[in-house]
């Protein structure tokens, strides 16, 4: 049975953000977009959309090499601040589906995506999940990660489930939150169906060695740019030294 005659049949309402509570504090975009980090973010968004070696790419992978660098939060900020400036739509994919987080982030009930369509339990339009933000939407991973995936099988259906979902959506910008490089074959397989990548490192905390690693497991020719992700977690300086850096990638 399809997910939404589903829903219909437990009358649960479909999952919107913000249904469980209120969207995380780090969605700058969204909360400040007047604060220091807002701006920082709204000046990736300009280097991405003029980029003097090529088009403005439309399906943009964000990853980093190892865990919780901001990648979510940075693909998130980014994806709203498309939203925010831009006439088409966004759609931003959750490519996580062993450990979904967005659905945290945004405050809605776990609900299908990405898994859900790969075993044919969910239609595309199913699992989107519409956002207080004007012209911005999420597809979630999965309302229940898989169970013990064969990883690459998995990953090319993956991958091409997205390449499914960017002909379909083929007028809006599409965002994609991705896993860490050295976890998975997640990302080098998706790199495949993107125009454009950007490699978060969080400011103290990623060795070098890691990131140039990582680097290596990616196609050097879609890497847009590096985003610095600097963070003091000292809750009293929360926003005052949060920084955004984007580099060009050389
Ligand atoms: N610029 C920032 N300032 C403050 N906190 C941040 C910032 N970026 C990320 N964080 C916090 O760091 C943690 C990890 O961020 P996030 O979930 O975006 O990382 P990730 O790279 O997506 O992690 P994972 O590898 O688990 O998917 C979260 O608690 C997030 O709120
Ligand atoms: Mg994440």
Do not use: W
């Amino acid at each position: 049975m399809k997910i939404s005659k589903a829903l219909e049949k437990q009358n649960k309402e479909r999952p919107v953000a913000g249904m469980t509570g209120k969207l995380d504090d780090h969605l700058y975009m969204y909360h400040m977009p007047y604060s220091y980090t807002a701006e920082q973010i709204r000046k990736i968004r300009t280097q991405i959309f003029h980029l003097s070696d090529r088009p403005i790419p439309r399906v943009i992978m964000v990853t980093s090499s190892v865990p919780a660098e901001g990648k979510t939060i940075v693909a998130s900020n980014l994806a709203i601040s498309i939203a925010k400036s831009e006439e088409r739509h966004v759609l931003l994919i959750e490519c996580d589906m062993r450990r979904p987080s967005l659905y945290r982030v945004f405050s809605f009930p776990r609900s299908p995506g990405l898994s859900e369509i790969i075993q044919g339990k969910a239609s595309i339009e199913d699992c989107l999940v519409k956002t207080p933000i004007d012209k911005f939407t999420i597809l979630p991973a999965a309302e229940v990660p898989p169970s013990n995936p064969s990883e690459l099988l998995e990953s090319r259906k993956m991958a091409s489930v997205i390449k499914e979902v960017a002909m379909r959506y083929n007028d809006r910008f599409i965002i994609l939150d991705t896993p860490p490089i050295q976890a998975t074959v997640d990302p080098k397989i998706i790199s495949s169906q993107v125009d454009g990548i950007i490699v978060v490192a969080r400011y103290r905390y990623i060795k070098r060695a890691d990131f140039e690693a990582a680097l290596e497991n990616l196609p050097r020719d879609k890497i847009i740019g590096t985003v610095l992700n600097a963070v003091d977690e000292i809750p009293a300086t929360k926003y005052k030294y949060k920084k955004y850096k984007y580099d060009k990638y050389y």
